[in-house]
Nanobody, 123 residues
Framework: EVQLVESGGGLVQAGGSLRLSCTTSGFSFDDYAIAWFRQAPGRKREGVSLIRRRTGTTRYANSLQGRFTISSDKAKKTIYLQMNDLKPEDTAEYFC????????????????WGKGTQVTVSS
């Protein structure tokens, strides 16, 4: 059974940093694309970043302006999202997602989803 469990969210002041974790199980960690999405109240879920270890692929949403970094730990089967210089507009529920065949940044590209972790950035 594929499982994705997010952690690391919380409340932080603008300009601060957080590191989110997505702990995975039940699938080939190297072969699947694993992505971070976020959804703010009243807005659609948007792709933030993705990684596929087998091909060395990483992608980021253009709007992030280099503030976020995705990384992975194969031994722990965990994906991280380091978020720096956080802004109030980064406030959202952050989700981890995985798919065996696709590597896009759209909601429809992913089959498996975690339950999310809340990030709140105060001004």
């Amino acid at each position: 059974e594929v499982q994705l469990v997010e952690s690391g969210g919380g409340l932080v002041q603008a300009g601060g940093s957080l590191r989110l974790s997505c702990t995975t199980s039940g699938f080939s960690f190297d072969d699947y694309a694993i992505a971070w999405f976020r959804q703010a109240p009243g807005r659609k879920r948007e792709g933030v970043s993705l990684i596929r270890r087998r091909t060395g692929t990483t992608r980021y949403a253009n709007s992030l302006q280099g503030r976020f970094t995705i990384s992975s730990d194969k031994a722990k089967k965990t994906i991280y999202l380091q978020m720096n210089d956080l802004k109030p507009e980064d406030t959202a529920e952050y989700f981890c997602a995985a798919d065996e065949f696709r590597s896009g940044m759209e909601f429809s590209d992913y089959t498996y989803w975690g339950k999310g972790t809340q990030v709140t950035v105060s001004s």
